[in-house]
DNA sequence: ACCTGAACACCGTTCAAGT
DNA sequence: ACCTGAACACCGTTCAAGT
């Protein structure tokens, strides 16, 4: 009565993020997710419900990478260095893992929400509380991640069509974002 | 020897759109046009390359219908007024076409690039050198478009979970922004 | 308890045959 | 010149049958 797990849920998130990154969203079949983790089709549906409670988990995944990445640069004690060092780790975070990274901020049909790392979202409303004061904080929380979210989802389109220094845009909207919401 | 035209193009275009914006782009289905547009499926082969061709056409509609409202509202002579007023309409447009939206910014497999709309980006830089002068333009524009287009997506995604009046976020971030690129 | 082959309904796409 | 039925390869998903 042998026949015991020849694979693992975790085994599975992990195939079917590098197929993701590899191919695409809509290239990810359950046929190589299967054919990844060395089983066949019908078997992962023993451990996932279905090919969109796939994709729910490899967000969970990447939501919780992106959490410790985050947590991990947020530690000089100087709120605004602290935000600079969260916003690179971000970036940082999205160029290693593209497509993933667009998934976290689309809604979700399971969930009806979206993913944003809820501990992500607590560590910024501290650090702009502390740099912009606790008056305008959810605004300006706002407003940062709203830069940041757009500059690198663009960026990774490839939407920035004329030329020009992409770097120096990077630091320019930095700055002149951090700057402004200090003057409330 | 009739067997003439029984749809067009523009139909089928118009008809993916709509089913795009009742349904999802996964749910957009080619036997769904078809019927829509009142024919069989293999015919919309006459007019479309394929489904992937038919998002680009619908792609390159809301590219164009989103030029023409941006250009209407910039008319003031004012260019903080007309940027004001570009994000306005940016944003009214985004509301009304939320999924072709997220569309206009992803990478089309067809094209390499993306559909941001040409005449767009024009009417932006000229508005923002007028406002902030000719010297660091280009990163201005791009801060004010990171800011606009991830504010309108994660605000259309549901990302904004925390409680707190996002009308209020938005014309902070708006102000906040604005104000930062004329202090170059 | 997990694995599998077979089957089902549904896709996008092609093509020969009709008018 | 456009339209169609039939067919193909490919999906996601289910399920009875195996061990």
Same mark, same amino acid.
Request: hydrophobic fraction near 25%; charged fraction near 5%.
């Given at each position: 009565m042998p026949a015991h797990a020849q694979t693992s849920t975790a085994a599975i998130v992990a195939a079917g993020r590098r197929l993701l990154e590899e191919h695409g969203a809509d290239a990810l079949t359950m046929r190589d997710v299967a054919d990844t983790v060395g089983v066949?089709?019908?078997?992962l549906y023993k451990r996932v419900r279905s090919r969109s409670d796939l994709f729910r988990l490899i967000v969970e995944d990447v939501a919780g990478e992106l959490n410790a990445a985050i947590d991990a640069a947020?530690?000089? @004690?100087d709120p605004a260095a602290d935000l600079r060092a969260t916003a690179r780790a971000y970036r940082s975070f999205a160029r290693a893992n593209p497509i993933a990274h667009t998934l976290l901020f689309v809604p979700q049909a399971a969930t009806?929400?979206?993913?944003?790392p809820e501990r992500t979202t607590a560590t910024l409303l501290r650090l702009v509380t502390e740099l912009?004061?606790?008056?305008?904080a959810l605004p300006a929380a706002r407003t940062v991640v709203a830069w940041a979210y757009g500059f690198i989802t663009m960026e990774l389109a490839g939407a920035?069509?004329?030329? @020009?220094d992409i770097e120096q845009a990077w630091d320019f909207g930095l700055d002149h974002v951090l700057n402004a919401i200090q003057q409330t």
């Open positions: 066949r089709t019908p078997s947020a530690n000089s @004690g009806g929400g979206t993913a944003l912009a004061g606790p008056h305008n920035f069509q004329l030329t @020009g």
